[in-house]
């Protein structure tokens, strides 16, 4: 791919982006563990749910002509607990005690909710107090899905309400598209991650720690490569084992124009990369490519700007919704875009390029979103930025006043 000199749009390193990444192949697996994927097949229901009509209350099981004066007495002739059978057909005049979920015994047509019945007798009679209409409290057959109904089709994310369903008509394994691999690595002699006292020049390694926490949130397994030194021999093996193992990769660090890193020099040897300028801030340098591992497979690459906060925004922006692509997810891939109410100015300038301030949010008494600044917003300071839940899209021209709207892509609600 051609060095990109000028400054591109966000939106169309975008699509460089996703138009290079394709969906994961897809698997069978238990639903314990697909909660979270992508449902890659449709699943047709192959028997009733529930499969016997059931009680829905705690009560008697009755007959709703037997209650047309009340208060009655009825003789008990029985009790079924949850998951026991009947042992008898109710006749008329009589009362069986049923418990939430049973089965309905055979001449019943009506359950009274224990709350409108007396015990008499040591419960071997129970008065009745309300009367019943035919149905009442009963839980048919099917009532919730019919065998050969269609649940789910493909594209259905599975939450822990789709898994509950899967396993209550039996569909205990299922395709779908999987969770992606990514690996993750920073390079860097001056990086140090073992709690030693700092020398002068070195750093504590933060960007990996924040990337691995946020490949997982997106839903993908986050497989931490550690820090690699300043050595291409070493970074290309690192490379080249994590394209081997991984479906992504993810780096950070050495992807500025000027920049001559050994992840530049590295990439651009192995690896068909483009080395962007995007007319944002902050994140403006970013690279992507694909590394054609040993099985002749093509593995995404996100090469992320070092600068914390530059690294947590093209992340974002680009990586998150290419790694949601992966695994199965459709439009919208970018997090839930509103908009917003400032409640304090965002400041910023014409210079060319959308800037993404971070920002709080929350939702006001009337409704509408509300955004507050989120204090100093240079690349470098991650702190500022730890506790904000939103990014602030302001396009390129002049500050945000109070009380205007602005679209922000909301990180947490």
């Not at 705690?58 to 009655?72: E, K, Q, R, S, W």
């Not at 100015?345 to 060319?352: H, Q, V």
Request: aromatic share 4%; with cysteine; charged share 20%.
């Amino acid at each position: 791919m051609a060095m990109v000199t000028g400054l591109i749009p966000i939106e169309d390193a975008r699509h460089i982006v996703l138009s290079q990444c394709s969906v994961l192949s897809v698997v069978a697996a238990d639903i314990a563990d697909a909660v979270g994927c992508v449902l890659a097949c449709e699943v047709v229901a192959r028997e009733d749910v529930p499969p016997f009509a059931n009680s829905a209350v705690d009560g008697y099981a009755v007959i709703a002509a037997d209650l047309v004066n009340v208060p009655c007495d009825l003789p008990v002739v029985g009790e079924i607990a949850a998951g026991a059978a009947p042992d008898r057909v109710l006749g008329r005049g009589e009362a069986i005690r049923i418990m939430t979920g049973a089965p309905v015994p055979q001449g019943a047509d009506a359950i009274v909710m224990v709350e409108n019945t007396e015990r008499l007798n040591d419960g071997h009679v129970v008065r009745i107090n309300a009367t019943a209409t035919s149905g009442q409290a009963i839980r048919d057959a099917g009532d919730d899905i019919k065998d050969g109904t269609t649940v789910f089709g493909p594209g259905t994310i599975i939450r822990p309400a789709v898994a509950g369903v899967l396993a209550s008509v039996n569909a205990r394994f299922v395709d779908i598209v999987p969770r992606a691999q990514v690996a993750v690595l920073s390079t860097g002699d001056e990086l140090i991650d073992d709690g030693s006292p700092l020398a002068l020049g070195q750093i504590r390694e933060s960007n990996k720690t924040m990337l691995v926490a946020m490949v997982a949130e997106s839903g993908a397994i986050a497989v931490d490569f550690g820090i690699v030194r300043d050595d291409e021999q070493a970074l290309e093996a690192t490379l080249r084992h994590a394209a081997d193992t991984c479906d992504a990769v993810v780096t950070s660090g050495g992807v500025s124009m000027g920049d001559y890193d050994v992840v530049k020099a590295v990439l651009s040897r192995i690896a068909d990369m483009r080395w962007m300028q995007i007319a944002i801030k902050p994140a403006k340098p970013f690279a992507f490519g694909l590394l054609t591992n040993s099985s002749g497979r093509a593995v995404p690459v996100f090469g992320l700007p070092g600068n914390p906060v530059s690294s947590l925004v093209s992340f974002e922006l680009l990586a998150r919704p290419a790694l949601r692509l992966m695994m199965g997810h459709s439009e919208p891939l970018l997090r839930p875009r509103i908009t917003a109410i400032a409640d304090t100015t965002l400041r910023r300038n014409p210079d060319g390029k959308v800037h993404y301030q971070r920002v709080h949010g929350r939702f006001g008494p009337d409704g509408r979103y509300h955004v507050s600044a989120g204090g100093p917003q240079g690349s470098h300071q991650l702190a500022a930025t730890a506790l904000a839940n939103a990014l602030a899209e302001i396009p390129d021209g002049n500050s945000v006043a109070v009380g205007d709207e602005v679209a922000v892509y909301v990180l947490a609600f």
